[in-house]
Protein backbone atom coordinates (compact mmCIF):
# COMPACT_ATOMS: atom_id res chain seq x y z
CA UNK A 1 0.00 0.00 0.00
CA UNK A 2 3.01 2.33 0.96
CA UNK A 3 3.56 2.83 -3.15
CA UNK A 4 -0.20 3.60 -3.61
CA UNK A 5 -0.38 6.06 -0.97
CA UNK A 6 2.66 8.08 -2.30
CA UNK A 7 1.60 7.53 -6.10
CA UNK A 8 -1.62 9.67 -4.70
CA UNK A 9 0.61 11.90 -2.78
CA UNK A 10 2.80 12.44 -5.97
CA UNK A 11 0.05 13.41 -8.71
CA UNK A 12 -2.34 14.91 -5.60
CA UNK A 13 -1.86 18.05 -7.91
CA UNK A 14 -3.58 16.47 -10.70
CA UNK A 15 -6.34 14.59 -8.77
CA UNK A 16 -4.16 11.52 -6.86
CA UNK A 17 -4.78 8.05 -7.27
CA UNK A 18 -8.16 7.10 -9.04
CA UNK A 19 -10.72 6.21 -6.01
CA UNK A 20 -12.60 3.68 -8.52
CA UNK A 21 -11.24 0.18 -9.60
CA UNK A 22 -12.40 -1.25 -12.88
CA UNK A 23 -11.49 -4.45 -14.29
CA UNK A 24 -9.60 -3.05 -17.03
CA UNK A 25 -7.49 -1.23 -14.79
CA UNK A 26 -6.54 -5.09 -13.57
CA UNK A 27 -5.81 -5.94 -17.24
CA UNK A 28 -3.38 -3.00 -17.94
CA UNK A 29 -1.83 -3.13 -14.51
CA UNK A 30 -1.27 -6.77 -15.49
CA UNK A 31 -0.20 -5.99 -19.25
CA UNK A 32 2.42 -3.41 -17.81
CA UNK A 33 4.41 -5.67 -15.60
CA UNK A 34 4.49 -8.48 -18.49
CA UNK A 35 6.10 -4.88 -20.32
CA UNK A 36 8.32 -4.71 -17.24
CA UNK A 37 10.01 -8.36 -16.76
CA UNK A 38 10.11 -8.40 -20.85
CA UNK A 39 12.06 -5.26 -20.50
CA UNK A 40 14.46 -6.40 -17.48
CA UNK A 41 16.14 -8.42 -19.95
CA UNK A 42 17.43 -5.86 -22.11
CA UNK A 43 17.42 -3.37 -19.20
CA UNK A 44 18.63 -4.92 -16.02
CA UNK A 45 18.77 -1.94 -14.42
CA UNK A 46 15.51 -0.57 -14.96
CA UNK A 47 14.11 0.48 -11.86
CA UNK A 48 10.81 -0.65 -9.91
CA UNK A 49 8.23 1.47 -11.97
CA UNK A 50 4.52 1.55 -10.19
CA UNK A 51 1.71 2.37 -12.62
CA UNK A 52 -1.27 3.79 -12.05
CA UNK A 53 -4.56 5.60 -12.63
CA UNK A 54 -4.87 9.25 -12.07
CA UNK A 55 -8.40 10.54 -10.75
CA UNK A 56 -8.80 13.00 -13.76
CA UNK A 57 -10.71 13.16 -16.90
CA UNK A 58 -8.57 15.15 -19.35
CA UNK A 59 -5.98 13.08 -21.86
CA UNK A 60 -2.77 13.30 -20.15
CA UNK A 61 -0.38 10.91 -18.64
CA UNK A 62 2.90 11.74 -16.91
CA UNK A 63 6.10 10.34 -15.25
CA UNK A 64 7.78 11.58 -12.40
CA UNK A 65 10.08 10.62 -9.72
CA UNK A 66 8.62 10.68 -5.81
CA UNK A 67 10.51 9.99 -2.58
CA UNK A 68 12.95 8.08 -5.02
CA UNK A 69 10.58 6.10 -6.96
CA UNK A 70 9.72 6.05 -10.01
CA UNK A 71 5.66 6.58 -11.25
CA UNK A 72 3.45 6.39 -14.21
CA UNK A 73 0.68 8.27 -13.46
CA UNK A 74 -2.34 8.04 -16.45
CA UNK A 75 -5.49 9.60 -16.35
CA UNK A 76 -8.90 8.17 -16.21
CA UNK A 77 -10.14 10.62 -18.84
CA UNK A 78 -6.80 9.04 -21.02
CA UNK A 79 -8.02 5.53 -21.24
CA UNK A 80 -11.79 6.48 -21.80
CA UNK A 81 -11.38 8.01 -24.65
CA UNK A 82 -8.84 5.87 -26.26
CA UNK A 83 -11.37 2.90 -25.32
CA UNK A 84 -14.24 5.04 -26.51
CA UNK A 85 -12.47 6.07 -29.37
CA UNK A 86 -11.65 2.55 -30.91
CA UNK A 87 -15.13 1.42 -29.96
CA UNK A 88 -17.35 4.29 -31.58
CA UNK A 89 -14.91 4.26 -34.76
CA UNK A 90 -15.09 0.27 -35.49
CA UNK A 91 -19.00 0.44 -34.66
CA UNK A 92 -19.35 3.13 -37.54
CA UNK A 93 -20.03 0.88 -41.09
CA UNK A 94 -17.45 2.95 -42.98
CA UNK A 95 -14.37 2.32 -40.74
CA UNK A 96 -11.91 -0.91 -41.83
CA UNK A 97 -15.38 -2.12 -43.69
CA UNK A 98 -13.78 -5.38 -44.66
CA UNK A 99 -13.52 -6.60 -41.32
CA UNK A 100 -16.13 -8.59 -39.95
CA UNK A 101 -19.09 -7.73 -41.05
CA UNK A 102 -19.85 -4.45 -40.90
CA UNK A 103 -23.51 -4.58 -42.07
CA UNK A 104 -24.41 -5.20 -38.46
CA UNK A 105 -23.45 -1.59 -37.38
CA UNK A 106 -25.88 0.71 -36.76
CA UNK A 107 -26.06 3.71 -39.32
CA UNK A 108 -26.64 6.61 -36.55
CA UNK A 109 -23.36 8.90 -36.31
CA UNK A 110 -21.79 8.00 -33.13
CA UNK A 111 -19.91 10.50 -31.19
CA UNK A 112 -16.69 10.67 -28.95
CA UNK A 113 -17.58 11.71 -25.44
CA UNK A 114 -15.38 14.47 -25.30
CA UNK A 115 -15.00 18.19 -24.48
CA UNK A 116 -12.64 20.18 -26.76
CA UNK A 117 -11.77 23.60 -25.72
CA UNK A 118 -10.20 26.11 -27.41
CA UNK A 119 -6.79 25.00 -26.29
CA UNK A 120 -7.04 21.61 -27.80
CA UNK A 121 -7.54 20.29 -24.17
CA UNK A 122 -9.54 16.94 -24.57
CA UNK A 123 -11.56 16.10 -21.71
CA UNK A 124 -13.84 12.80 -21.53
CA UNK A 125 -17.72 13.21 -20.55
CA UNK A 126 -18.28 11.54 -17.80
CA UNK A 127 -22.21 12.37 -18.29
CA UNK A 128 -22.83 11.56 -21.54
CA UNK A 129 -24.09 7.74 -21.79
CA UNK A 130 -23.72 7.25 -25.24
CA UNK A 131 -22.02 4.18 -25.52
CA UNK A 132 -21.44 2.50 -28.27
CA UNK A 133 -19.74 -1.09 -28.71
CA UNK A 134 -19.50 -2.57 -32.26
CA UNK A 135 -22.43 -5.27 -33.33
CA UNK A 136 -19.92 -7.70 -34.72
CA UNK A 137 -17.57 -9.71 -32.84
CA UNK A 138 -14.45 -9.66 -34.47
CA UNK A 139 -15.04 -5.62 -35.17
CA UNK A 140 -15.28 -5.67 -31.12
CA UNK A 141 -11.94 -7.57 -30.91
CA UNK A 142 -10.13 -5.56 -33.36
CA UNK A 143 -11.25 -2.24 -30.93
CA UNK A 144 -9.42 -3.89 -28.65
CA UNK A 145 -6.59 -4.98 -30.30
CA UNK A 146 -6.31 -1.11 -31.28
CA UNK A 147 -7.08 0.07 -27.62
CA UNK A 148 -4.21 -1.99 -26.53
CA UNK A 149 -1.64 -0.79 -29.35
CA UNK A 150 -2.58 3.09 -28.46
CA UNK A 151 -1.99 1.85 -24.52
CA UNK A 152 1.00 0.05 -24.89
CA UNK A 153 2.60 2.68 -26.67
CA UNK A 154 1.68 5.64 -24.39
CA UNK A 155 2.87 3.18 -21.38
CA UNK A 156 6.29 2.89 -23.70
CA UNK A 157 6.57 6.18 -23.81
CA UNK A 158 6.21 7.15 -20.13
CA UNK A 159 8.69 4.03 -19.62
CA UNK A 160 11.66 5.72 -21.88
CA UNK A 161 11.15 9.18 -20.08
CA UNK A 162 12.22 7.24 -17.24
CA UNK A 163 14.60 4.49 -18.28
CA UNK A 164 16.57 7.17 -20.73
CA UNK A 165 17.02 9.40 -18.04
CA UNK A 166 15.32 12.00 -18.56
CA UNK A 167 13.02 11.95 -15.85
CA UNK A 168 16.37 11.88 -13.72
CA UNK A 169 17.57 14.75 -15.54
CA UNK A 170 14.76 17.22 -14.81
CA UNK A 171 14.76 16.19 -11.24
CA UNK A 172 18.28 17.08 -11.13
CA UNK A 173 16.75 20.46 -12.19
CA UNK A 174 13.67 20.93 -10.33
CA UNK A 175 13.73 20.27 -6.62
CA UNK A 176 10.11 20.88 -6.07
CA UNK A 177 7.79 17.98 -6.90
CA UNK A 178 7.55 17.50 -10.71
CA UNK A 179 5.53 15.61 -13.59
CA UNK A 180 6.97 15.09 -16.62
CA UNK A 181 3.33 15.65 -18.55
CA UNK A 182 2.30 14.74 -21.91
CA UNK A 183 -0.70 16.98 -23.14
CA UNK A 184 -0.42 20.20 -20.89
CA UNK A 185 -1.23 22.16 -24.06
CA UNK A 186 1.85 21.86 -25.44
CA UNK A 187 2.93 24.90 -23.76
CA UNK A 188 7.01 25.41 -23.18
CA UNK A 189 8.27 23.93 -20.20
CA UNK A 190 9.77 25.18 -17.43
CA UNK A 191 13.76 24.66 -17.10
CA UNK A 192 13.72 22.69 -20.17
CA UNK A 193 14.71 24.32 -23.56
CA UNK A 194 11.99 23.64 -25.94
CA UNK A 195 14.91 22.45 -28.28
CA UNK A 196 15.60 19.81 -25.95
CA UNK A 197 12.07 18.78 -24.69
CA UNK A 198 11.47 17.80 -28.26
CA UNK A 199 13.95 15.49 -29.26
CA UNK A 200 13.16 14.02 -25.60
CA UNK A 201 10.12 13.81 -26.52
CA UNK A 202 11.41 12.04 -29.64
CA UNK A 203 13.65 9.82 -28.29
CA UNK A 204 10.45 8.65 -26.08
CA UNK A 205 8.23 7.74 -29.22
CA UNK A 206 11.07 6.30 -30.98
CA UNK A 207 11.63 3.92 -28.17
CA UNK A 208 7.93 3.28 -28.00
CA UNK A 209 8.06 2.42 -31.53
CA UNK A 210 11.00 -0.18 -31.67
CA UNK A 211 9.86 -2.22 -28.65
CA UNK A 212 5.97 -2.27 -30.36
CA UNK A 213 7.56 -3.68 -33.96
CA UNK A 214 10.02 -5.56 -31.85
CA UNK A 215 6.92 -7.93 -29.83
CA UNK A 216 5.18 -7.74 -32.96
CA UNK A 217 8.03 -9.56 -35.39
CA UNK A 218 7.87 -11.86 -31.81
CA UNK A 219 4.62 -12.68 -32.06
CA UNK A 220 5.12 -13.40 -35.78
CA UNK A 221 7.55 -15.53 -35.54
CA UNK A 222 4.84 -17.41 -33.16
CA UNK A 223 1.31 -16.35 -32.40
CA UNK A 224 0.95 -18.90 -29.92
CA UNK A 225 2.14 -15.86 -27.94
CA UNK A 226 -0.93 -13.75 -29.18
CA UNK A 227 -4.18 -13.81 -27.21
CA UNK A 228 -6.62 -16.31 -29.41
CA UNK A 229 -8.84 -13.54 -29.98
CA UNK A 230 -6.61 -11.56 -31.79
CA UNK A 231 -4.35 -14.32 -33.70
CA UNK A 232 -6.38 -13.05 -37.06
CA UNK A 233 -4.65 -9.72 -37.57
CA UNK A 234 -1.29 -11.30 -36.93
CA UNK A 235 -0.64 -13.47 -40.27
CA UNK A 236 2.09 -11.24 -41.21
CA UNK A 237 3.26 -7.60 -41.07
CA UNK A 238 1.02 -6.61 -44.13
CA UNK A 239 -1.92 -7.48 -41.52
CA UNK A 240 -0.69 -6.10 -38.89
CA UNK A 241 1.56 -2.96 -39.85
CA UNK A 242 -1.67 -1.32 -40.55
CA UNK A 243 -3.40 -1.62 -37.47
CA UNK A 244 -0.84 -0.37 -35.36
CA UNK A 245 -0.25 2.56 -37.86
CA UNK A 246 -4.05 3.45 -37.80
CA UNK A 247 -3.98 3.22 -34.00
CA UNK A 248 -0.93 5.06 -33.43
CA UNK A 249 -2.15 7.87 -35.47
CA UNK A 250 -5.84 8.02 -34.15
CA UNK A 251 -3.90 8.25 -30.35
CA UNK A 252 -1.98 11.20 -32.26
CA UNK A 253 -5.30 12.49 -33.36
CA UNK A 254 -6.67 12.19 -30.35
CA UNK A 255 -3.59 14.88 -28.96
CA UNK A 256 -4.99 17.63 -31.47
CA UNK A 257 -3.88 18.09 -35.05
CA UNK A 258 -3.29 22.00 -35.57
CA UNK A 259 -1.43 23.58 -38.60
CA UNK A 260 1.69 25.03 -36.92
CA UNK A 261 4.30 27.43 -38.64
CA UNK A 262 7.45 26.09 -37.89
CA UNK A 263 8.74 28.63 -36.19
CA UNK A 264 5.70 28.53 -33.95
CA UNK A 265 6.01 24.54 -33.30
CA UNK A 266 9.78 24.80 -32.24
CA UNK A 267 8.34 26.74 -29.37
CA UNK A 268 6.40 23.79 -28.15
CA UNK A 269 7.16 21.02 -25.81
CA UNK A 270 6.54 18.20 -27.80
CA UNK A 271 7.09 18.60 -32.00
CA UNK A 272 3.22 18.67 -33.31
CA UNK A 273 1.41 15.67 -33.48
CA UNK A 274 1.57 15.49 -37.32
CA UNK A 275 5.51 15.78 -36.76
CA UNK A 276 6.02 12.99 -34.49
CA UNK A 277 3.66 11.03 -36.83
CA UNK A 278 6.07 11.43 -39.47
CA UNK A 279 8.87 11.05 -37.10
CA UNK A 280 7.40 7.97 -36.29
CA UNK A 281 6.81 7.05 -39.82
CA UNK A 282 10.89 7.36 -40.58
CA UNK A 283 11.94 5.61 -37.54
CA UNK A 284 9.26 2.16 -38.47
CA UNK A 285 11.26 2.93 -42.69
CA UNK A 286 14.38 2.33 -41.15
CA UNK A 287 13.58 -0.66 -38.35
CA UNK A 288 12.35 -2.57 -42.28
CA UNK A 289 15.49 -1.22 -43.38
CA UNK A 290 17.46 -2.47 -40.71
CA UNK A 291 15.55 -6.24 -39.32
CA UNK A 292 12.38 -6.66 -40.51
CA UNK A 293 13.09 -6.49 -44.55
CA UNK A 294 14.21 -4.05 -46.99
CA UNK A 295 12.31 -5.73 -49.87
CA UNK A 296 8.99 -4.61 -47.66
CA UNK A 297 9.51 -1.16 -47.68
CA UNK A 298 7.46 -0.08 -50.43
CA UNK A 299 4.84 -1.80 -49.58
CA UNK A 300 5.22 -0.35 -45.90
CA UNK A 301 5.37 3.10 -46.85
CA UNK A 302 2.06 2.25 -48.97
CA UNK A 303 0.69 1.19 -45.43
CA UNK A 304 1.57 3.89 -43.87
CA UNK A 305 -0.44 6.41 -46.47
CA UNK A 306 -3.43 4.18 -46.53
CA UNK A 307 -3.34 3.57 -42.46
CA UNK A 308 -3.01 7.33 -41.68
CA UNK A 309 -5.82 8.41 -44.07
CA UNK A 310 -8.24 5.42 -42.79
CA UNK A 311 -7.19 6.97 -39.52
CA UNK A 312 -8.30 10.50 -40.47
CA UNK A 313 -11.30 9.42 -41.89
CA UNK A 314 -12.23 6.93 -39.20
CA UNK A 315 -11.67 10.11 -36.65
CA UNK A 316 -14.05 12.78 -38.57
CA UNK A 317 -16.64 9.93 -38.36
CA UNK A 318 -16.71 10.27 -35.11
CA UNK A 319 -16.58 13.74 -34.46
CA UNK A 320 -17.58 16.93 -35.69
CA UNK A 321 -14.23 17.72 -37.15
CA UNK A 322 -13.65 17.31 -40.95
CA UNK A 323 -11.12 14.66 -41.77
CA UNK A 324 -7.71 17.02 -43.06
CA UNK A 325 -5.00 14.30 -43.98
CA UNK A 326 -2.99 17.55 -45.31
CA UNK A 327 -1.81 18.37 -42.29
CA UNK A 328 -0.05 14.92 -41.74
CA UNK A 329 1.34 15.27 -45.35
CA UNK A 330 2.70 19.15 -44.74
CA UNK A 331 5.04 17.25 -42.63
CA UNK A 332 6.78 16.19 -45.23
CA UNK A 333 7.44 19.85 -46.89
CA UNK A 334 11.53 20.67 -47.43
CA UNK A 335 10.76 23.27 -44.19
CA UNK A 336 9.08 20.46 -42.00
CA UNK A 337 11.80 17.82 -43.12
CA UNK A 338 14.72 20.48 -42.10
CA UNK A 339 12.56 20.51 -38.78
CA UNK A 340 12.50 17.04 -38.44
CA UNK A 341 15.89 16.59 -39.10
CA UNK A 342 17.03 19.56 -36.63
CA UNK A 343 15.28 17.51 -33.88
CA UNK A 344 16.80 14.09 -34.77
CA UNK A 345 20.07 15.90 -35.10
CA UNK A 346 20.18 17.72 -31.74
CA UNK A 347 20.47 14.40 -30.09
CA UNK A 348 23.96 14.74 -30.47
CA UNK A 349 23.70 17.63 -27.87
CA UNK A 350 20.94 15.98 -25.71
CA UNK A 351 22.57 12.61 -25.44
CA UNK A 352 25.89 13.27 -23.27
CA UNK A 353 23.51 15.21 -21.03
CA UNK A 354 21.71 12.16 -20.24
CA UNK A 355 24.06 10.13 -19.88
CA UNK A 356 24.47 10.80 -16.14
CA UNK A 357 21.04 10.21 -16.00
CA UNK A 358 20.08 7.42 -18.62
CA UNK A 359 19.19 3.83 -16.46
CA UNK A 360 20.39 2.18 -19.80
CA UNK A 361 22.34 2.08 -23.03
CA UNK A 362 21.29 5.39 -24.83
CA UNK A 363 20.98 5.32 -28.66
CA UNK A 364 24.33 6.22 -30.76
CA UNK A 365 25.01 9.62 -31.21
CA UNK A 366 23.69 10.56 -34.53
CA UNK A 367 26.03 10.61 -37.46
CA UNK A 368 25.04 13.76 -39.48
CA UNK A 369 25.54 13.75 -43.19
ZN1 LIG B 1 6.49 12.40 -23.50
Not at 57 to 65: M, V, Y
Request: aromatic share 14%; glycine share 4%; hydrophobic share 40%.
Amino acid sequence: MQKEYEFDEAFRRDGGRAKSEIDLFTDIRRRFSAVNTFLKHSYPNLPEIHLDFIENDSLNAAATKYKGNYFIGINLGSYFLIYDMFMKMLASKSVWPKIGNNQLETDHKKILKAYINIYDKITFRFDNQDIAIPQDKLRLEFAILCTNHAFDFLIYHEIAHILRGHVGYLASLIENNFYWREFDNLSQRSKLPSDVSQTLEMDADSFATNRSLNIIASNLKDTKQVNEIFRFAFKDWSTILPIWVFSIYSLFRLFGYRQYAVEDAKKLSHPPSSIRMALIAGNIVTLFELKYGKELIPSVVKDIIESTKAAEDAFSEITFQEANWDIYRNSYTKESTDYIFSITDNWNKVRPVLEEYALGNLPPLKIIK
